[in-house]
């Protein structure tokens, strides 16, 4: 016989293979998932996905399942409502916006190129490590300020990000409660991540440039608790989401020997007469972006989240009552047949403005740094694509990510080169 805790056990085994087979078995619109006491039910419809990303706060909202991040990423945009969300949300979605950000494309550029030539000096590196380091400098010049943080400040804000971001995977979907010396262990490591971000951002306080994320915190009068938490949320957000984005763009840009020849043709019409990608001409270089977004349904970082009903109200039928946890995944939505053909298939000619897309989420509360994540990833495709090729120093595995808080690529190592002048020169001629 079911009972309440009986999807628990597969769910946490293989999450992605159970949401899949949860969609594919069943018509219902909304599935319900035996994953404790409360009612969970998994959106099975894209037409249902805007009722409930757009509803207001007062019927819909953040739950339960996002305020057990708080411990962890404390009271920050991602776990607040109201008005207090929006105060926050507000400069930031302006902050993060595509077209303020690739204002920054000199800065990031230079650091994509300052992380590239270290990879010239192995002989191979690993697609996701290399992905989520520089994702993190990338997130901290715009956070910070261009080369505001020195090189052991960024280090000790990576391993301070490690130090947590194990827990935000282990708090998905907990059944039961951790034993007191493992909560107590959790806590230590929080304590110590919290110190040291503090010490950097007290450090950065006053040499933060005036356009950077940490300055407009301020200048919205947010305490320096605030402020450390809205960053530590940006950044565990951000780093790996982005990371295994840009080791999936690498991936294919690896095995598709044609696909990197068109994509470094398009980076030599967006230079620049100096020799540098000029930003103007972005909107221009539409295989980097369609790569990025076939990337993004394939494997969407993001591959769940959740809203709950906070008001008994009736949605399209069905009758939801407070305290249903609404789970969205966009693995299911991204690998559906019913949405897309051939769903399994790498294709850059199909159209994005399905409903089913949301890489980002959708609505009021859809991801702000989805601007900054769509220019990392084309800036560093045009520039590799540019001036190296890159091959396959061993097979993957296989190319089934796993399931932690992000998706993780399995283990892709590479080979980088410079290419060669004869090819650089025919490419030019083309």
């Known amino acids: 016989m079911k009972h309440m805790f009986s999807d628990v056990r597969p769910f946490m085994r293989d999450p992605l293979s159970f949401l899949l087979a949860k969609s594919e078995s069943s018509s219902e619109r909304l599935i319900p998932l035996a994953l404790g006491v409360n009612r969970v039910l998994l959106v099975n419809d894209a037409e249902l996905l805007k009722p409930i990303l757009k509803a207001p706060e007062e019927l819909i909202d953040k739950g339960r399942l996002v305020r057990k991040l708080e411990p962890i990423?404390?009271?920050?945009?991602?776990?607040?409502?109201?008005?207090?969300?929006?105060?926050?949300?507000?400069?930031?979605?302006?902050?993060?916006?595509?077209?303020?950000?690739?204002?920054?494309?000199?800065?990031?550029?230079?650091?994509?190129?300052?992380?590239?030539?270290?990879?010239?000096?192995?002989?191979?590196?690993?697609?996701?490590?290399?992905?989520?380091?520089?994702?993190?400098?990338?997130?901290?010049?715009?956070?910070?300020?261009?080369?505001?943080?020195?090189?052991?400040?960024?280090?000790?804000?990576?391993?301070?990000?490690?130090?947590?971001?194990?827990?935000?995977?282990?708090?998905?979907?907990?059944?039961?409660?951790?034993?007191?010396?493992?909560?107590?262990?959790?806590?230590?490591?929080?304590?110590i991540a919290k110190e040291v971000m503090g010490a950097i951002y007290n450090k950065v306080e006053y040499r933060a440039s005036e356009s950077s994320i940490f300055k407009t915190l301020k200048r919205i009068g947010l305490s320096s608790e605030e402020i450390r938490d809205e960053i530590t949320t940006i950044l565990l957000a951000g780093h790996h989401t982005t990371g295994s984005a840009i080791a999936w763009n690498l991936y294919y840009l690896a095995t598709d020997k044609n696909l990197l020849c068109k994509i470094a043709q398009e980076a030599d019409a967006c230079l620049s007469f100096d020799g540098d990608i000029d930003q103007t001409k972005l909107k221009t270089a539409q295989i980097s972006a369609a790569l990025g977004k076939e990337v993004l349904r394939l494997f969407p970082s993001s591959w769940w989240f959740a809203r709950e009903v906070k008001t008994a109200h009736v949605l399209d039928g069905y009758s939801l009552r407070p305290g249903d946890s609404l789970l969205i995944s966009p693995w299911i939505f991204h690998r559906s047949p019913r949405y897309w053909k051939d769903p399994e298939l790498f294709d850059l000619s199909r159209n994005y403005g399905s409903k089913a897309y949301i890489p980002f989420g959708a609505g009021p509360r859809a991801c702000?740094?989805?601007?900054?994540?769509?220019?990392?990833?084309?800036?560093?495709?045009?520039?590799?694509?540019?001036?190296?090729?890159?091959?396959?120093?061993?097979?993957?595995?296989?190319?089934?990510?796993?399931?932690?808080?992000?998706?993780?690529?399995?283990?892709?190592?590479?080979?980088?080169?410079?290419?060669?002048?004869?090819?650089?020169?025919?490419?030019?001629?083309?």
């Open 73 to 191: 990423v404390g009271r920050s945009s991602l776990t607040l409502s109201g008005e207090a969300h929006q105060m926050r949300r507000a400069p930031l979605h302006e902050a993060l916006a595509r077209g303020t950000v690739e204002k920054l494309v000199p800065e990031l550029l230079g650091e994509i190129r300052r992380a590239v030539f270290q990879l010239m000096r192995q002989s191979s590196f690993d697609a996701h490590a290399f992905g989520a380091g520089l994702a993190l400098k990338l997130i901290c010049t715009v956070l910070f300020g261009h080369q505001v943080l020195s090189d052991a400040d960024e280090q000790a804000l990576i391993e301070a990000v490690r130090l947590v971001e194990d827990d935000l995977s282990k708090e998905m979907f907990r059944a039961m409660p951790d034993m007191p010396w493992t909560r107590h262990q959790a806590r230590k490591k929080r304590l």
């Open 368 to 430: 702000i740094g989805m601007g900054l994540a769509s220019l990392e990833l084309q800036l560093i495709t045009l520039d590799l694509a540019a001036a190296f090729e890159l091959e396959l120093a061993e097979a993957p595995p296989n190319l089934v990510p796993t399931a932690l808080v992000t998706l993780k690529p399995p283990p892709i190592k590479l080979r980088l080169r410079i290419r060669e002048e004869e090819k650089m020169y025919n490419r030019a001629a083309s």
